[in-house]
């Protein structure tokens, strides 16, 4: 089974008993109702060599009419992945999707007195089911549950499908919680003992922003939510009741077929200024530790990251109790780099950009696709080798512009008394993209340089002033481990220089 392995803060997802990195790439919303349409999507993903497809499946056409469900869609795509040589993501878009419920069946929709509606401050009604709507979270999660036995049915023995995403961009789109009568009872009633206890026992490694409003209470212990959690109180009471209805279907669902499960999240972003600008009650990094006490069936909370501070939310999401996982990224060539952040320095499982459908055409990788090409095509070999070194600090990404001020240079501190002089050589053009590899330190003086657009220096950091001396350098490739050597590179070639396409390179010094 595939499944994501914990020691300490240390995680792993392994696929087939091995560590397994995610190269992936998100199809379009609508692309998967008819699963020809999947054609140049699935044509895209082998184009760039991603290992990866993450593709939607819809409640409304997957359960027509209540207790009825048709698989075919699944049965399709999964054959689809494995005649492409993919693994893959389903992502379950049910009771939310983007803050809504336009993903719920017509049924539910045409009967709101059952199936209740979130209402807001002035007691309208919204487009969004109440997370505390009993017969919805019952539905939703015994369509899930049918789901997860139909996955297991058709795959448990080719584990196709590795990982599944419970809901889509989850919360309450307009309206900080819900304002109904239930809910306003339960809001103004005391916080869950259950999640008092989990946050006092995790007070030290509570998120930033968690931490300064309980704080503003001066972390009281119990009372009613904005007793305990002052500014913070209506995301907060908004994330455990979603987190709980969310970890319900994610329950369901492994009861059938124990595949790791992860929700994804809508940043808080842009002119965002107050829950609800953003959908209250999903995981943002406000209310991160509410959805770890709320759901425990819920693996990894997975942050959507389309806007250029992708260090920042990566670091936010990167925790002892959650590994990172971008389920989805900007498909723009500047984002591309961001997968080597992902994997050399959050030590993530996994990246994937959203909507890539049509990053092949007529047979050919589009240009503005060319850098994620390119990334994933010098990625793809060097993924064991990438896992093995994951938390050792022997993986070191380079990425020109990963800071203001390193758009031509840095240097980056090796092990054994030395350090890489890194100068960029790449055009530094936001929309076309950028320069950007990794070191990977094999032993003390033999390290694997790839990618694109920069040229390294070896500088020993101690006795006389000097850089380091070259011994040999190869062009080559990994088999599994196995460094397989090309070209060995001497004479006008002595120069650890990456030009336009990425390449992997071999390079050993005498000290
Ligand atoms: C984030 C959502 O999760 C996706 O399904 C899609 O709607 C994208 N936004 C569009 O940018």
Not at 148 to 166: A, F, G, L, P
Not at 182 to 209: C, F, H, I
Not at 361 to 372: F, K
């Amino acid at each position: 089974m595939p499944r994501i392995e914990r020691a300490g803060s240390h995680y792993r997802f392994l696929v087939d008993g091995q560590p397994f990195l995610m190269l992936g790439g998100q199809a379009h919303n609508s692309s998967a109702s008819r699963a020809e349409d999947l054609e140049p999507f699935w044509k895209s993903l082998v184009g760039i060599h991603a290992n990866t497809a993450e593709v939607p499946l819809y409640w409304e056409l997957i359960e027509p009419q209540q207790g009825k469900f048709d698989f075919h869609l699944i049965d399709e795509i999964v054959a689809g992945a494995r005649r492409n040589g993919l693994r893959l993501v389903f992502l379950w878009f049910a009771t939310w999707k983007n803050g809504d419920m336009d993903y719920t069946p017509e049924w539910l929709k045409r009967d709101p007195s059952t199936y209740r509606h979130v209402k807001d401050a002035w007691g309208r009604e919204m487009w969004i089911i109440s997370p505390l709507c009993e017969a919805a979270r019952e539905a939703d999660a015994r369509a899930f549950r049918a789901v997860m036995e139909h996955i297991r049915s058709i795959d448990e023995s080719d584990r196709t499908v590795i990982m599944v995403q419970v809901e889509n961009e989850t919360g309450l789109l307009g309206t900080d919680r819900d304002y109904s009568e239930q809910a306003t009872r339960l809001y103004r009633g005391s916080v869950p003992a259950e999640l008092m206890t989990y946050l006092s026992k995790n007070r030290d490694n509570l998120s930033a922003s968690f931490k300064a409003a309980w704080a503003g209470t001066n972390f009281r212990g119990s009372g009613t939510w904005t007793e305990v959690f002052g500014d913070l109180a209506a995301e907060a009471f908004s994330a455990w009741h979603v987190a709980r209805y969310v970890d319900a279907a994610a329950a369901a669902g492994k009861q059938a077929y124990p595949l790791p499960m992860y929700v994804n999240n809508w940043l808080v972003e842009g002119s965002a200024a107050r829950a609800g600008n953003w959908p209250s009650g999903g995981p943002t990094a406000h209310v991160l530790d509410i959805w770890k006490a709320a759901a425990p069936h819920i693996d990894v909370l997975a942050p959507d990251i389309y806007y250029p501070k992708f260090f920042d939310v990566a670091a936010q999401y990167t925790r002892p109790d959650n590994p990172l996982f971008v389920p989805e990224t900007n498909p723009l060539p500047y984002f591309a780099a961001n997968a080597l952040l992902t994997f050399a320095y959050f030590n993530g499982f996994g990246f994937s950009p959203f909507g890539v459908d049509d990053l092949v055409e007529n047979g050919t990788v589009t240009p503005r696709a060319a850098e994620l090409e390119d990334v994933y095509r010098m990625l793809r070999p060097l993924l064991p080798l990438i896992a093995r070194y994951q938390y050792t600090g022997k993986l070191h990404p380079l990425l020109q512009g990963i800071a203001q001020g390193e758009e031509w240079a840095y240097a980056v501190r090796l092990g054994n008394k030395l350090a890489a002089s890194v100068e960029f050589t790449a055009k530094y053009d936001p929309e076309k993209g950028r320069g950007c590899g990794l070191i990977m330190e094999m032993g003390p003086d033999d390290f694997v340089v790839a990618g694109s657009g920069f040229k390294v220096n070896f500088r020993e950091l101690e006795g006389p002033l000097r850089d380091a001396q070259v011994l040999t350098i190869e062009e080559g490739t990994f088999e599994g481990e196995r460094w397989v050597p090309a070209r060995r590179l001497n004479g006008d070639e002595l120069n650890v220089e990456l030009p336009e396409r990425s390449r992997i390179l071999r390079v050993r010094l005498l000290r």
